[in-house]
């Protein structure tokens, strides 16, 4: 009997494109299995992951105390709506709040959905606590923001390729340019509600603010009975070398913005964590999810918030990220422009000159690197953090052999 041939990469792909909405340019590589820092595409060939899934891979491929919590999980109840309580419900969002310093967490799937329910929240805490005139609150955004991409958060983005063409867009935001107090404080109103800021702009190419801005952030919001959100769904969880990047500055927020890697590369999992004070607004029907919060994610998000209170991985992306830093460093002048980032996180701006950042994702990925391009010429590194140094090294060499001249 003769033998059937897998699909080839080439035959996935014609697959991909003939049948998927094509809202992606992916590099073309077709991933087949995954384990810690490494994946395998269906042809046998090995890549080395430095992009984490944009930090929802931060505890690499299958860790295996997440993969044990799903299975776990997945024999005994998966879904019930929040039309029941479960018995993993309760306990993720208590340890959840305890590892995070807060009181009460609001449950929900993606990314943007916890930021669209941050904004909810603080519309809502905005008119029935500090008393702004019904439909006139505001929230204040930073611009070359990355919130999500629904129509709302679109609405307040600056990046004319998530912008055009899906308007009508939705009123009440303000945006500022990212890093400056004077543009923030003259843009803050009593009808302000809150300060919505990524405290490291991902999808802008891994932006760090100046120093001293984010508490200075805090200091305003203060002043002007504004509630400060941070989005830290790319930036949070361990990923800058502390659990928070609004921590490296000592900055507490009112509320936080939770998401991808909460759900260990497993499954969506987010979460807006706050004080009662604000969160407490909410009441039965006002807000909700069928999903959210259902015992797979709790299980899953349990697991995760287990890892992340041992420590290791926050160091791990301090001791680690410094090597990483350091050695980009060496390539400033000799082929990129600047390094950007914090902890195992950076942003690479490639110098004129040399390789667009598409063309050198394709090239990095020939040598079994897998990265990616943002704002065209800055590639996103972003390792999970049980990378081993050795490995650490294996694909900063790569970077270097493609970006140095």
Known sequence: MTAIAAPTTGQFIALDDEWSTHNYHPLPVVIAHGEGAWVTDVEGRRYLDFLSGYSSLNFGHRHPALVAAAVEQLGRVTLTSRAFHHDQFGLFCRELAELTGTEMVLTMNSGAEAVESAIKVARKWAYR?????EGAARIVVAGSNFHGRTTTIVSFSTDESARADFGPFTPGFTVVEYGSLDALRAAITPDTAAVLLEPIQGEAGVVVPPPGYLSAVRQLCDEHDVLLIADEIQSGLGRTGDLFALDHEGVRADLYTLGKALGGGILPVSAVVGSRAVLGVLRPGEHGSTFGGNPLACAVGRAVVRLLATGEFQQRSRELGAHLHARLGELVGHGVAEVRGRGLWAGVVIAPGGPGGRAASEALAAKGVLC?????????????????????????DAIEAVLRR
Not at 129 to 133: A, F, I, L
Not at 376 to 394: G, N
């Open 129 to 133: 606590v500090k008393g702004v005139p």
């Open 372 to 396: 990616k391009e943002t704002q065209e010429s800055t590639l996103r590194v972003a390792p999970p953090l049980v990378i081993s140094r050795a490995d650490l090294d294996h694909g900063l």
